[in-house]
């Protein structure tokens, strides 16, 4: 219950930051024109106006979303660490385990926000267009909260290992492409011959399969994402944040 | 016999700076030996890199000793029931610059376990005690350097410990400031609270400690009382200089 309370106020502190940062407001101000832009492509579709709004919007939103959290979480640990903010907290009595839990949970709230914010904008402009609410909306925006958990909690892992925030959002971006090309590798790595397909095989069960969580794709051609699939969303954020743990445990401020 | 509120026994800390090929290794602190006990004030004197940060980092917790053992009211810095009785000020604590000082104080109040009117009430004293309440209003980014030190003297001072560790508390502070803060820490160990201070200031430290603890490349040069300082021709400072030539 203390470590409840606890990982409570980190993640309210984490969040607070991160909404008050004039950061947040520059990228709500281009997530609006990002959207935005997705009235254009509708128009030139014509006929698929609102298929294309609607997917492109959708499309517009993730990246927006994925590219405002990377950059958030890729520098979040590496500059209490240089402020030396984390020396007040680690000199306390909070478990390393509970700041990460926190932090985590306040990345995840921040990005929540953006996608409701990108969400509402999406949907003014639909309606702006004369097109209702999209079959499955909700879902393709649950599909996005899904991945970006699983990318955010990869990207606490890896700022703590890589030397700059830069690496961490290269490695974190090259995670997100090729979890989006899992299946294929998949179906490559069943036809490798011996030795060879086995090591590709295990490596690929590090690599998230974001294609899991691809509603956004099937919002248009009316199919719901699984309710299945909180099961592996939550797997991957639990081994990126037992791993981050890991590293944590033994890191020296 | 005074109790014991930290102690060093054999204590190594070793830096590895990982390099291309290989590793690049700086030991900081060896065989460090030392205690502090409960209720008084001592201070730590060292040049530059004498490892004084070190010594602060290893007793709070930041960091982890490589060889030797640090026991903190008995139990290792590590552990919850240590730090729980340990208040830590860095030297040159940042806050948002967003927030109000109580906003600040709030959130490492709740760090500290503290909730509800406890909360509030801990606030409100550790404001009054380090005459932040007139500014109250303020946010952090219309603060001087002086009033952020006594905003990180603040959230040091939330959970009443029983231990103070502050590294380089009057650094940069006017001479105004620097007066205020003593009186403040010396109104704290009154209370029965132990203060573990680094500076580089001798008068400071003689003007507040009772004991002295002097560090020379990571070893500990000397160890001066009050009452051998006093005796001495030229004070601390001259203790001093000769334990560092």
């Not at chain 1, 209490?80 to 009595?93: D, G, H, M, N, Q």
């Not at chain 2, 460090?32 to 004084?52: Q, V």
């Not at chain 2, 070190?54 to 026991?71: E, H, N, S, Y």
């Not at chain 2, 650094?171 to 160990?189: E, K, Q």
Request: hydrophobic share 50%.
């Amino acid at each position: 219950m203390k470590d409840l309370f606890l990982a409570r106020a980190v993640a309210f502190n984490s969040f607070s930051e991160s909404v008050r940062n004039r950061f947040f407001t520059l990228f709500a101000v281009f997530a609006f024109t990002a959207v935005y832009a997705s009235v254009l492509a509708g128009v030139m579709a014509v006929d698929q106006e609102a298929r294309v709004l609607t997917d492109f919007g959708l499309a517009l939103i993730e990246l927006t979303a994925l590219a405002y959290s990377l950059f958030g979480v890729s520098s979040s640990l590496l500059k209490e660490a240089e402020t030396k903010t984390i020396y007040l907290v680690f000199s306390r009595p909070v478990p390393r385990r509970v700041y990460l839990a926190g932090k985590l949970a306040g990345a995840l709230l921040t990005a929540g926000l953006m996608l409701a914010i990108m969400g509402a904008i999406h949907l003014s402009l639909l309606a702006f267009r004369g097109f209702g609410l999209p079959e499955f909306y909700a879902w393709a925006l649950a599909g996005t909260f899904l991945k970006l958990a699983v990318i955010i909690s990869f990207a606490f892992f890896v700022s703590l290992f890589s030397t700059s925030a830069v690496s961490t959002l290269v490695i974190s971006s090259i995670m997100w492409t090729l979890g989006h090309f899992a299946a294929e590798a998949r179906f490559m790595a069943e036809r490798l011959p011996g030795f060879k397909g086995i090591v590709f095989n295990v490596f690929l069960w590090l690599i998230p399969n974001l294609q899991l969580f691809n509603a956004r794709d099937a919002a248009g051609a009316a199919c719901a994402l699984g309710p299945g699939v909180i099961v592996p969303a939550a797997s991957w954020v639990a081994a990126s944040y037992l791993a981050a743990l890991w590293l944590l445990a033994r890191k020296e401020f | 016999m005074t109790a014991c509120a930290v102690s060093f026994s054999g204590v190594e800390k070793t830096y590895k700076r990982p390099r291309l090929l290989g590793a690049e290794y700086h030991t900081a602190v060896k065989d460090l030996s030392f205690e502090l006990r409960a209720g008084e004030i001592t201070g730590l004197l060292g040049l530059n890199g004498a490892g004084k940060t070190t010594v602060m980092k290893l007793i709070t917790g930041l960091l982890f000793p490589t060889a030797g053992q640090v026991r903190v009211f008995g139990c290792s810095p590590s552990d919850v029931a240590a730090k729980a009785r340990v208040g830590f000020l860095p030297e040159l604590p940042y806050f948002p610059p967003q927030v109000k000082p109580a906003a600040a104080l709030m959130y490492y109040g709740r760090l500290s376990g503290l909730s509800g009117a406890d909360l509030s009430l801990a606030v409100e004293s550790a404001m009054r005690k380090t005459g932040l309440e007139p500014h109250a209003g303020k946010r952090v980014s219309e603060f001087s350097k002086g009033m952020l030190q006594r905003l990180g003297l603040a959230q040091a001072l939330l959970h009443k410990p029983d231990l103070l560790v502050l590294d380089e508390p009057v650094s940069g502070l006017d001479p105004l400031a620097i007066h205020d803060i003593r009186g403040l820490l010396a109104g704290l160990n009154s209370d029965g609270r132990a203060i573990f201070l680094s500076s580089h200031s001798i008068s400071e430290v003689e003007k507040l400690a009772s004991r002295v603890l002097i560090m020379v490349r990571g070893a500990l040069a000397a160890t001066v009382t009050r009452a051998q300082w006093e005796a001495a021709p030229g004070g601390l400072e001259t203790i001093f200089v000769e334990a560092v030539k």
